[in-house]
């Protein structure tokens, strides 16, 4: 029997249906996630074998958690189910899920017997030393980085508790840039004061979140306690042979001296590096980000264009190649959180041997299709005007020049009204020029 898998919203349905069986069987009060696992597996899984074929139970919560029907949260992974769900559950019920996650958080920063503690990643330190290495550690570097990007960045460019954290390049919102010259070597000063009236905060450690070759900073400089009104010197380098913009966070660790949780004050390190070429050649316009292009595709009606004249005098015929599509479990790979992506993967990181030599290699090609799929959409123009060439129009494609993309004659395109999605154009390129592509399309 072939394999199924669930769509996203045959999963939402089966989430759904889950969590009103846990209420009708009276379970509603069981919050652990194992537990609910295991009442899915034995229980319901049994009597909706057709509907939960495909749908494994950490599929099902990660379903439920992108549409904000359940969160994960506590130190033992206790299933909250928020307000939205108070039609299958008592108020009673979920304000008690509420007081259980906040006790569990709060009762793990009170905890006796070590004078360090690391709220953001609920890591505790016996000593100065582990606490510091902590601090410049993978998993922390990690949840901070996650933390001050999505997260926390007004609250932790904020001056707190007394500390204030500023530089002659400050420019405000918590960026410290400024522009060198290549080659150059710039040293500088991050002064860190004690603002505070009575509080003697100790100065634990400073990171940087991102690796920059080009940016030294003393690490030397640690474990200083800073007594009320005192000032603290921090020195960073910057020499670099690149032309680029160095950025990375910087992360500055403090704790008062009569308290064990420490907190941290974030800084934006931004560098541009430029030459006297560069500032003879400035952009014209603003650098913008690319937007991030949808790979769905719009079904209608396609009206084809003018090909250009063949100039092929051959006689031989070229066959037709089978569809190699690509299959599902490649082109959906990553978008749920189950076992059978868990195996796809294993599957790759497998070492390349005899008798999976032609699985391999095929999904291997199927991947570089997929990439493919995505790169060429970075292409895409919205809102582009086209000039009446005779009877072909005119496109200006920026980058055409420089082979990005590359376009050849015989090539084509799709276009589209923006308020039109149901029909589509089909263009052929009849000349490649320097900027521009001559395209023909229906006479439409």
């Excluded at 696992?37 to 992108?66: D, K």
């Excluded at 029907?69 to 299933?79: A, F, R, S």
């Excluded at 960073?236 to 704790?255: E, G, I, N």
């Excluded at 005119?394 to 029909?423: I, T």
Aim: net charge positive; hydrophobic share 35%; proline share 4%.
């Amino acid at each position: 029997m072939p394999r199924t898998k669930k769509t996203h919203a045959q999963v939402f349905a089966v989430g759904k249906d889950f969590l009103k069986f846990l209420e009708e069987s009276g379970k509603h009060d069981v919050t652990s996630k194992s537990e609910m696992a295991e009442i899915y597996r034995n229980e319901y899984r049994p009597l909706h074998s057709v509907a939960t074929r495909g749908c494994s139970f950490s599929r099902i919560i990660y379903t439920l958690r992108m549409k904000d029907k359940v969160k994960v949260t506590g130190l033992n992974n206790q299933v909250v189910i928020p307000n939205f769900a108070q039609s299958q559950f008592s108020a009673e019920h979920l304000r008690c899920l509420n007081v259980l996650a906040e006790a569990t958080r709060s009762a793990s920063t009170h905890t006796s017997g070590h004078p360090y503690f690391c709220a953001d990643c609920n890591v505790k330190g016996t000593s100065k030393a582990t606490f510091t290495e902590h601090l410049r550690g993978k998993k922390h570097l990690e949840q901070m980085t996650y933390k001050c990007m999505k997260m926390q960045r007004p609250e932790l460019i904020e001056s707190r508790k007394g500390i204030t954290v500023y530089c002659e390049h400050y420019d405000g919102d918590g960026v410290i840039g400024f522009s060198m010259e290549r080659s150059c070597k710039i040293d500088f000063n991050i002064t860190v004061q004690n603002n505070s009236v009575s509080d003697e905060i100790q100065f634990l450690a400073w990171v940087m979140l991102k690796r920059q070759p080009g940016i030294t900073i003393n690490q030397s400089v640690q474990d200083e306690l800073l007594m009320p009104g005192m000032k603290l010197n921090l020195k960073v380098s910057v020499k670099t042979d690149s032309l680029t913009v160095l950025q990375s966070p910087l992360l500055l660790a403090f704790k008062l001296a009569k308290e064990t949780q420490a907190f941290q004050i974030l800084r934006f390190l931004k560098i541009e590096v430029v030459s006297e070429i560069a500032k003879d050649l400035p952009p014209t316009i603003p650098y913008e980000r690319p937007k991030r292009k949808t790979m769905r595709e719009l079904w209608g009606e396609i009206v084809e264009g003018e090909r250009p004249p063949s100039s092929n005098k051959s006689k031989l015929v070229m066959g037709e190649l089978k569809p190699y599509n690509i299959p599902s479990r490649i082109r959906f790979m990553g978008r749920y959180d189950d076992s059978e992506d868990d195996k796809e993967r294993n599957a790759f990181e497998m070492p390349l041997t005899w008798d999976n030599y032609v699985d391999k290699l095929s999904d291997l090609l199927h991947i570089e299709e997929k990439q493919m799929e995505v790169d060429i959409r970075r292409y895409d123009l919205a809102g582009a005007c086209m000039k009446r060439d005779g009877k072909f129009l005119r496109l200006k494609v920026l980058g055409l020049a420089e082979n990005r993309p590359s376009v050849l004659k015989g090539d084509h395109l799709f276009a589209r009204y923006p308020h039109d999605r149901v029909k589509k154009y089909t263009g052929y390129v009849h000349r490649v020029e320097l900027e521009e592509l001559v395209l023909g399309f229906d006479k439409e």
